[in-house]
């Protein structure tokens, strides 16, 4: 058989056995149930909880609207989208204040929204929140 007939044959089997491995980080990256729609953060203002799910110097994870909140030392409250700025996964980890990815792991502060871990380089994004009558609502930045 003639070399360049193997090597195109070899070029072919390498490729079909990469393709398969190549998907694996989709479906990692897709929303739970492999639905899509990682990218859903509230896109009007809902009502997470109490406010006093959310401690000074603490953090509450509301994973069914990809939102954790905050609360610094102060008292003051900071929302951010869960959906990881590196590769689009909701983010279903908090330890402490930290945020962790569970596609690639990154890691974020829930005060801050800054990263503390690559391999994401941008913030989480911030959305609007507030406490009204005893709860907590958080919505898209204005």
């Known amino acids: 058989m003639p070399a360049h007939s ?29 639905s899509g729609s990682a990218a859903a953060t509230p896109t009007a203002p809902v009502d997470l909880g109490a406010e006093s799910e959310v401690v000074n110097g603490g953090a509450q994870l509301y994973q069914d609207h990809n939102v954790v909140v905050s609360r610094d030392r102060n008292g003051t409250l900071r929302a951010y989208s869960t959906i990881c700025t590196h590769g689009g996964c909701p983010i279903n980890k908090l330890r402490g204040t930290t945020l962790v990815c569970p596609c690639h792991g990154s890691e974020f502060d829930a005060v801050t929204g800054k990263v503390v871990q690559a391999p994401a380089t941008e913030p989480l994004g911030e959305l609007k929140v507030k406490a009204a009558n005893g709860r907590i609502i958080a919505g898209p930045a204005t």
Request: glycine share 18%; charged share 10%.
């Open 6 to 34: 193997s090597a195109s044959r070899r070029t072919v089997l390498r490729g079909a056995a990469a393709a398969p491995v190549a998907g694996l980080g989709l479906a990692a990256c897709s929303a739970p149930g492999g």
